[in-house]
């Protein structure tokens, strides 16, 4: 059997995929429950009994795993809130382990158990990116608003490290921790894991606009991690697009645009950005082909429609702005945010 080394597979198959028109990719919001109630967290709107209750069943679940299955994506990422709060999780993993999706779980390791742990040692993950904002219990639980959570969330820290799973730590930055950066990366680089900081944050998903209010500034921003920080992380770039010149007009540059992610809530509705959640199609009625057919035209090649300033400006390949960034905090796919451009400019000066 020919042996590959990862990366080379991955390439080959999201190119592979991508003009077969078939997404690789479904990040799976198993729940908005999650144990921390994050001042900067754009999920933590639904984080309420009312719209738990209306979540899905294991069954459901299961049902709608199945149909990702059988679309064809390899790559299964388990998200909320934090998926570990579902008391199924376990059986959620393992039905979806069983069907050999490579799977990676997003927590803040705050409803990490040692059952849950030993599990996972038998059957680990391909990765576990845990999220980390501060290493001391004033400012974690100043982030957190939950008193205690600091000490449960290194418990499940040390939990991963002991049992030696695959882990990434990401670090949110906000108004609240920047005075800490240097020692949450000695922390962090300590545990022989890669410091990753990322200033950008969002509205809720309900439109309320209090996180925007933590952002850094723009110096502040690029002082992150050595030179510069300005890295699209949470956006996967496309194969395609990897060396497009600037002065594009392609409306989504990321890879919603080219139909390789789609995104399923708690609800199972399925889209194919996690800021733009319409329109949608509900997996438990159709399925994902059928959505995914109706939903990618309406992004995939898109155009400017409007004389937005946005549309050709050469500074947006290392801008964060987006269609979906715009849309949440100005109601407007097309509009430019203020913040992002001068991110984008300082950048410019800075690498110059």
Not at 317 to 324: D, L, N, R, T
Request: aromatic share 10%.
């Amino acid at each position: 059997m020919e042996e590959i080394q990862y990366k080379a597979f991955s390439l080959r198959t999201h190119k592979k995929n991508w003009r077969i028109k078939r997404p690789n990719v479904c990040q799976f919001e198993l729940t908005f429950r999650c144990g921390l109630r994050c001042r900067h967290c754009c999920t933590d709107c639904y984080n309420k009994e009312e719209d738990i209750k209306r979540e899905l069943t294991t069954s459901h679940v299961k049902l709608i795993i199945d149909k990702v299955y059988n679309s064809g994506v390899i790559w299964l990422c388990f998200t909320g809130g934090d998926p570990l709060t579902r008391q199924d999780f376990l059986e959620l993993y393992s039905y979806a382990k069983a069907q050999g999706f490579l799977i990676t779980i997003f927590t803040n390791a705050y409803s990490m158990t040692e059952e849950i742990i030993k599990y996972l040692k038998k059957k680990p993950p391909f990765v576990i990116e845990m999220t980390l904002n501060a290493v001391t219990k004033e400012s974690y639980e100043k982030i957190s608003q939950v008193e205690g959570s600091f000490e449960k969330v290194m418990q499940g820290l040390n939990l991963i490290l002991k049992a030696k799973l695959p882990l990434k730590i990401k670090t949110q930055i906000t108004r609240d921790n920047l005075g800490e950066i240097p020692d949450i990366k000695k922390f962090i680089e300590g545990l022989g894991l890669k410091f990753r900081p990322s200033s950008d944050l969002q509205p809720r998903l309900n439109g309320d606009l209090t996180p925007c209010n933590l952002r850094i500034t723009s110096q502040e921003a690029l002082s992150l991690n050595g030179k510069r920080q300005i890295v699209k992380d949470d956006c996967q770039l496309l194969p395609h697009t990897a060396h497009r010149t600037p002065h594009t007009d392609l409306f989504q540059q990321c890879s919603v645009g080219g139909g390789d992610c789609f995104l399923i809530d708690p609800y199972g509705n399925t889209f194919p950005c996690a800021l733009i959640r319409k329109p949608v199609f509900n997996l438990l009625k159709v399925d994902i082909g059928y959505a995914i057919n109706r939903l990618l035209p309406q992004v995939r090649n898109r155009k400017f429609v409007t004389d937005s300033k946005c549309n050709g400006c050469n500074l947006r390949e290392i801008c964060f702005w987006c269609p979906g960034r715009a849309y949440v905090e100005k109601g407007d796919m097309e509009t430019r945010i203020e913040y992002y451009c001068q991110l984008a400019e300082e950048t410019a000066k800075h690498i110059g």
